[in-house]
């Protein structure tokens, strides 16, 4: 999408926004108000949110009315996420948020440079398109998808390169998980620094 369309951020492709609770990750359990944006160019094969991904699908939405949405609901915390939402500019987003007294967190897969501020960034790296350097140290949570036995080494990788005080984070890929959660247990077990990530939205059946 041409960033001249966006205003500065003023606009931005929103697929969907909408109240729920966090089904994964660090802040598992906690109510939270999601803001979906379109397009994404990492492309993971076992991604369960493709429809976001052409941007083409999802004209430029007033950011204003997406805060006002944000700010009528009980939550302190709004969570960005995508598609990937590092694609867009989002100083503007993140400063409205914030005026109103709201927590944001990021969802990012770390391959494009970061704008906005943000309350917590959760970091989940993907290999056909590693994190730029610079996100590495500014994640609070990395959060890496197990989707074969070689992804703990994928993952341990990704764990020498954030800060000592960033939570780490293995998750099954969800089409595989019965297949795959005694291995991520076991690993877990063996290497304790590590803590387990499941999608306990869609067993509680909710967006």
């Known amino acids: ?99 109103r007294g709201l927590a944001i967190f990021l969802e990012t897969s770390g391959a494009h440079p970061l704008t906005g501020d943000f309350d917590w960034i959760c970091l989940s790296p993907k290999k056909q398109q590693p994190p730029l350097a610079e996100i590495f140290p500014r994640a609070h949570e990395l959060k890496v998808i197990v989707e074969t036995p070689d992804d703990f080494a994928w993952a341990e990788r990704n764990a020498e390169r954030v800060g000592e005080r960033c939570m780490l984070f293995l998750q099954p890929e969800w089409s595989r998980y019965g297949e795959l959660i005694p291995a991520v247990v076991e690993y877990v077990k063996r290497n304790p620094r590590w803590n387990i990530s499941v999608q306990t939205h869609k067993f509680m059946h909710i967006p």
């Open 1 to 99: 999408m041409n960033k001249d369309m966006l205003d500065g951020g003023r606009l931005l492709p929103l697929v969907e926004d909408f109240y729920t609770i966090q089904g994964e990750g660090y802040h598992t359990g906690k109510p939270a108000y999601f803001i979906r944006l379109g397009g994404c160019d990492v492309g993971c094969r076992w991604c369960d949110a493709k429809f976001t991904w052409n941007p083409k699908h999802f004209p430029p939405v007033e950011v204003d009315r997406i805060v006002e949405r944000a700010a009528s609901y009980p939550a302190q915390a709004i969570v960005v996420t995508g598609g990937e939402p590092s694609l867009y500019p989002l100083d503007y987003l993140t400063a409205e948020l914030h005026r």
